[in-house]
């Protein structure tokens, strides 16, 4: 994606982070966490103009969940409640085993899309999640083995190598998504980000997140690079501050900001021609 | 096995929920849930050396 294809309305792809595994209803009451929850937000983000979801599993009670058996239910309650909207699992899990990391791509059928974390991350004073080059070979070859479209997480300018050692690997176009925010994730700028833009090659694909305060401006900024957006409450608890959001509300800004920056907005069939995504609807 | 310090609630007498959820004894807070795996020491992790709270609780340096 370039500037030149922004100025030629190529259509933006808004992807809805509904619920995450890091924080739950103790911190947004109306954060989605059961498989019914989740589909109705779906739904909501699907009409309001998201063309990709990006999904996590929880128990009952709000917790991590990485099991085959928990995403399956996530994901058909989802499909079930929405038209066409692309299926997006996360393959994340700060501390987590790699052979349960791998658990969310084995779903019937297999979700379309699912991201592929660049490189490790660290989260408070213990917690981390390492992803070795071992742990992203492994994703990646079942995500290859299942037909499944990766999403390059990089979580920082260094993860860029990461991305470019198995860029032959991938179909076209890459995907890479930067995100931005503490610890040891991108620090947020709008330098920052133009900087990593610069770096991708041409035939790629971006998408921006930032998160907390950082959502708006540097997805809005995505937009105008040629860029895609990820919005929604994993990312993001707030719609301005002291006002709590919906995964819809943020969604439906980001929709309204690309109309009035001139980028239509990609419903999920144009979504799978801009990304490579192979249709399971 | 699980922290001492962890019960699972439905209510911190402001907000109910309809499934208990990890509550923290010592913060008075219900806990995050990537957190609670810390709590409930999954996946190899444990309170005593990788819980802030607990450890500031017991009086624990980090290099101890």
Redesign the interface.
């Known amino acids: 994606m370039t500037y030149d294809e922004y100025l030629d309305g190529k259509p933006v792809v808004i992807t809805a982070a509904l619920t995450g595994g890091i924080q739950g209803k103790e911190a947004h009451p109306d954060l989605p966490e059961t498989p019914a929850e989740i589909g109705s937000a779906a739904a909501a983000a699907e009409e309001a103009g998201a063309a990709v979801v990006h999904l996590h599993a929880r128990r009952d009670n709000g917790e991590r969940a990485f099991s085959t058996e928990r995403f399956q239910a996530v994901t058909d309650a989802v499909r079930d409640a929405t038209d066409d909207v692309i299926v997006q699992h996360s393959t994340g899990g700060t501390a987590a085993p790699d052979a349960l990391r791998a658990e969310p791509l084995r779903t019937d059928p297999a979700p379309e899309m699912a991201s592929l974390d660049m490189g490790p991350m660290n989260r408070g004073r213990r917690l981390t999640s390492e992803n070795t080059r071992d742990t992203i070979d492994g994703l990646h070859t079942e995500m290859r083995e299942r037909g499944i479209k990766p999403e390059l997480e990089v979580f920082n300018n260094g993860h860029l190598n990461e991305a470019f050692r198995i860029l032959d690997d991938l179909d076209e176009p890459p995907y890479l998504n930067f995100i931005f925010g503490p610890g040891t994730l991108a620090p947020p700028s709008p330098a920052n980000l133009q900087r990593m833009v610069d770096q991708l090659p041409e035939h790629a694909e971006f998408n921006v997140i930032g998160f907390g305060p950082h959502q708006l401006p540097l997805t809005t900024q995505s937009l105008i690079l040629g860029g895609h957006v990820r919005v929604g409450l994993e990312d993001n608890s707030y719609l301005r501050k002291g006002e709590l959001a919906t995964n819809e509300a943020l969604v439906a800004r980001a929709a309204r900001i690309a109309e009035e920056l001139g980028r239509p907005v990609a419903t999920p069939t144009e979504a799978r021609d801009v990304l490579g995504v192979e249709s399971r609807r | 096995m699980a922290c001492p310090h962890l019960d699972?609630r439905e209510s911190d007498g402001d907000?109910e929920?309809d499934?208990?959820?990890?509550f923290c004894t010592v913060t008075d807070?219900?806990?995050?849930?990537?957190?609670?795996?810390?709590c409930?020491e999954?996946?190899?992790?444990d309170p005593e050396?990788?819980?802030?709270i607990f450890r500031e609780d017991a009086g624990l340096d980090?290099d101890e």
């Open positions: 699972y907000r929920f499934t208990a959820r990890a807070e219900f806990v995050q849930p990537v957190h609670a795996d810390i409930n999954r996946y190899g992790l050396s990788d819980c802030e980090w």
